[in-house]
C-alpha cells in the first residue's frame, strides 16, 4: 500500500471541511457528536475540522444542547455573517444589485436604472455600483468574498466572458477579466436563466427537483436547465437559448439576426409589436409594457388580451416541445411576464393538453416562480456564495 501523498492529504481535509460546511448550513446548530453521526466521521475527525473552523470564524458556538445524562453538549452553528457576497443582475434597462450573506439572506439591495449598456461605460458604472454597494457591508471578518453576475445574453461561464448580449446590443466583452480592476475577489458571469434556475434549485420552489426548466419570459426568452440536480451548460456554457429556436423562418426578424425565432412569439418585445397597432395607441416605455397590457386587459380592451393570450398560447407550444425533448419534472417561468400569468396560464394550459404528448406532459408541473422579479439577481449572489463555501 502506498502512503498517501501531502496532496492526498489536503484534498481529503477539504473534503471533510466541505462536507462539515454542507451539513452545518443544512441543519442549522449541532453539536460534535451529531456531526460525526451525521458525517459518517469519527469523532477526532470532526472535533479538528471544527476547531479549524471556529478559529477560522466560520463556525461558531451558539449555545448548550440537551442530555440525558453528564455533560450537555456544546452547539455549534454556520456562521452566516463571516462574509458577504453581491448578486448583480445586468438587464436591458437596468442593473439590479444585492447583498447577501453566505446563507443568502438579502442585507441591501440597490437598483440603477440607465446604466451605460456596454464596454468602458459599463465597466466603469459596475465598478462604482460595487463600491457604492461596499459601503453597504455590514462589519465581518472577512468583509467582500465574492461577486455573482447575471446576464442576459450568451455567457461562456468557464471564462466569464459575456459572448453576446443581442437585446442589449453588446460586442463580446471579458466582463470578469475587465471587473478584476476594480474587484479583487472571484467573480462568477453566469445567464441570468442559469442564475435563477440556480436559485430556485438552492433555496426557492425547485428545491427537491433534480429535472426541470426555468423559462425567463422578459423583453427576451431565455432557459435554463437542470439535469440529473445540475444546471446544465453544454460544452461552452451557453445552453439553453431556448427562445432562438426558429419556429418560422419567414416571421419577424430577431435581434440575433435570424428571423422567427420563439422569443419573437414569447417574450415582451413580441407583446410591444403585436399590440403596436393597438388602439388606445401604447404609450408606454419598454419597462412598463406589460404592466400596462395588463392594465388594458384588465379593462377589457380586446387587442391587450388578444396579445396576452397570443404569448400564453406560444409559450404553451414552446413548452411542448421543452417537454418533448426533456421531459423534466416542473417548469418554472420568471421574469417580467409573470405578471400576466392571468392572462399567459389558461391559453399555455389549453395549448398543453390540446397537443401536448400525454407521456411527457401529463404529468408536467408548470408554476410561475414566486421571486420572478428578482430570482436571477438572487442567483447571481447564490452563484457567487457556492464560490465562497467551495473555497472554505
Ligand atoms: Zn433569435
Given at each position: 500500500m502506498t502512503r498517501p501523498t501531502r496532496a492526498d492529504l489536503n484534498t481529503l481535509r477539504h473534503h471533510n471541511r466541505q462536507v462539515i460546511v454542507d451539513i452545518m448550513r443544512r441543519y442549522g446548530s449541532l453539536s460534535r457528536a451529531e456531526l460525526a453521526r451525521l458525517t459518517r466521521l469519527s469523532k477526532v475527525t470532526v472535533s479538528e475540522v471544527v476547531d479549524d473552523l471556529v478559529a477560522e470564524g466560520y463556525l461558531r458556538a451558539v449555545g448548550l444542547g440537551t442530555a440525558e445524562m453528564g455533560r450537555k453538549p456544546m452547539l455549534m452553528a454556520f456562521k452566516e455573517s463571516a462574509g458577504f457576497v453581491l448578486g448583480i443582475e445586468v438587464a436591458p434597462r437596468i442593473v439590479r444589485l444585492i447583498v447577501t450573506d453566505l446563507m443568502g439572506d438579502v442585507v441591501a439591495t440597490f437598483e440603477e436604472s440607465?446604466?451605460?449598456?456596454?464596454g468602458d461605460d459599463l465597466i466603469r458604472a459596475l465598478c462604482a455600483l460595487i463600491s457604492k454597494a461596499r459601503t453597504h457591508?455590514?462589519?465581518?471578518?472577512?468583509?467582500?468574498m465574492a461577486v455573482g453576475i447575471a446576464i442576459s445574453g450568451w455567457v461562456d461561464f468557464a471564462q466569464g466572458?459575456?459572448?453576446?448580449?443581442p437585446n442589449m446590443t453588446w460586442a463580446p466583452l471579458a466582463l470578469q477579466e475587465r471587473l478584476a480592476s476594480c474587484v479583487h475577489v472571484p467573480i462568477i458571469v453566469d445567464n441570468e436563466a442559469n442564475a435563477a434556475l440556480a436559485y430556485e434549485h438552492g433555496h426557492g420552489i425547485l428545491r427537491d427537483v433534480d429535472h426541470a426548466v426555468y423559462l425567463s419570459v422578459g423583453y427576451g426568452l431565455g432557459s435554463g436547465m437542470l439535469m440529473n440536480g445540475a444546471v446544465y451548460r453544454g460544452h461552452k456554457g451557453?445552453?439553453?437559448?431556448?427562445?432562438?429556436?426558429?419556429?418560422?423562418?419567414?416571421g419577424p426578424l430577431c435581434t440575433c439576426g435570424?428571423?422567427?425565432?420563439w422569443e419573437m412569439y414569447s417574450s415582451e418585445k413580441a407583446l410591444q409589436r403585436m399590440m403596436s397597432g393597438c388602439t388606445p395607441a401604447l404609450t408606454v416605455n419598454e419597462g412598463d409594457l406589460t404592466h400596462w397590457a395588463i392594465q388594458q386587459a384588465r379593462q377589457g380592451a380586446p387587442c391587450a388580451r388578444q396579445a396576452l393570450r397570443a404569448v400564453g398560447r406560444s409559450l404553451g407550444q414552446g413548452i411542448i416541445n421543452i417537454a418533448n425533448l426533456l421531459n423534466p419534472q416542473t417548469l418554472v417561468v420568471g421574469n417580467g411576464m409573470v405578471e400576466a400569468w392571468e392572462f399567459l396560464e389558461p391559453e399555455m394550459m389549453a395549448v398543453l393538453s390540446q397537443a401536448g404528448l400525454s407521456a411527457t406532459t401529463q404529468d408536467l408541473i408548470v408554476t410561475p416562480s414566486p421571486h420572478y422579479q428578482d430570482a436571477a439577481v438572487r442567483g447571481a449572489a447564490a452563484l457567487a456564495c457556492d464560490a465562497v463555501i467551495a473555497r472554505i
Open positions: 440607465g446604466v451605460a449598456a456596454a457591508l455590514p462589519q465581518s471578518r472577512y468583509g467582500l466572458v459575456v459572448v453576446a448580449a451557453m445552453a439553453g437559448e431556448m427562445g432562438h429556436m426558429v419556429l418560422d423562418p419567414a435570424n428571423h422567427g425565432c
